[in-house]
């Protein structure tokens, strides 16, 4: 019932900027704690950034000083603005979300993700 919809993924050159978004539509009374995670080839998918409802953030160590999360409660999107990417930044990028889709009931979803290749 809860869809999660990304865009803004693409290739840039080292040096460049995206920015990554989230929509939550269908059932949504509320949504607790977003995050941004990626997985690159072989590897295992790792969190990059969190941001809960009150707007605390955090951010993997690797992405500090460059990428930013922030989330719109009003248009139930979340967003990761990256900036000065490096070829080390290509994964593919996947939203989660816990949202609360009834009474004492909140389920995590996934975005489809969203592949963002950055070039040497």
């Known amino acids: 019932q809860v869809q999660l919809v990304e865009s803004g993924g693409g290739l840039v050159q080292a040096g460049g900027s995206l920015t990554l978004s989230c929509a939550a539509s269908g059932i949504v009374f509320g949504i607790n704690t977003m995050g941004w995670y990626r997985q690159a080839p072989g590897k295992q998918r790792e969190l990059v950034a969190t941001?809960?409802?009150?707007?605390?953030?955090n951010y993997a160590d690797s992405v500090k000083g460059r990428f930013t999360i922030s989330r719109d409660n009003v248009k139930n999107t979340v967003y990761l603005q990256m900036n000065s990417l490096k070829p080390e930044d290509t994964a593919v990028y996947y939203c989660?979300?816990?949202?609360?889709?009834?009474?004492?009931?909140?389920?995590?979803?996934w975005g489809q993700g969203t592949q963002v290749t950055v070039s040497s």
């Open positions: 989660n979300t816990n949202i609360w889709t009834q009474l004492g009931r909140a389920t995590d979803y």
């Open positions: 941001i809960t409802s009150g707007r605390f953030t």
